[in-house]
């Protein structure tokens, strides 16, 4: 119950707060977001670069992770007995 009213006071405050400071709450808000896009943007080459470097690591070069290959390789093995079904059906 504490904390439902703690919550309700909290957020009551933060909507005077913004209504009092508008103008001050968009300019943070203009200068926090190329911040984060450039944090973001920093983090996406980052872990780009890291599983370019561990896939030349393990000598792949497709982009298929192994998930991906094993059902490839399934789906293989799952036609040629789908053909060899049809040929003992024929005869």
């Given at each position: ?8 006071v ?21 200068g ?17 670069f ?34 060899e079904?049809?040929s003992?059906?024929?005869?």
């Amino acid at each position: 119950m504490k904390t439902l009213i703690a919550g309700s006071v909290a957020a009551a405050l933060g909507l005077i707060g913004m209504a009092v400071w508008y103008t001050p709450f968009l300019s943070l808000l203009k200068g926090s977001i190329p911040v984060m896009l450039l944090l973001g943007g920093c983090l996406a080459l980052y872990l780009g670069f890291d599983e370019l470097k561990d896939s030349m690591k393990n000598g792949s070069s497709s982009d298929l992770s192994p998930v991906e290959n094993d059902k490839d390789q399934e789906i293989g093995d799952l036609k040629k007995e789908i053909e060899e079904l049809k040929s003992k059906n024929k005869e």
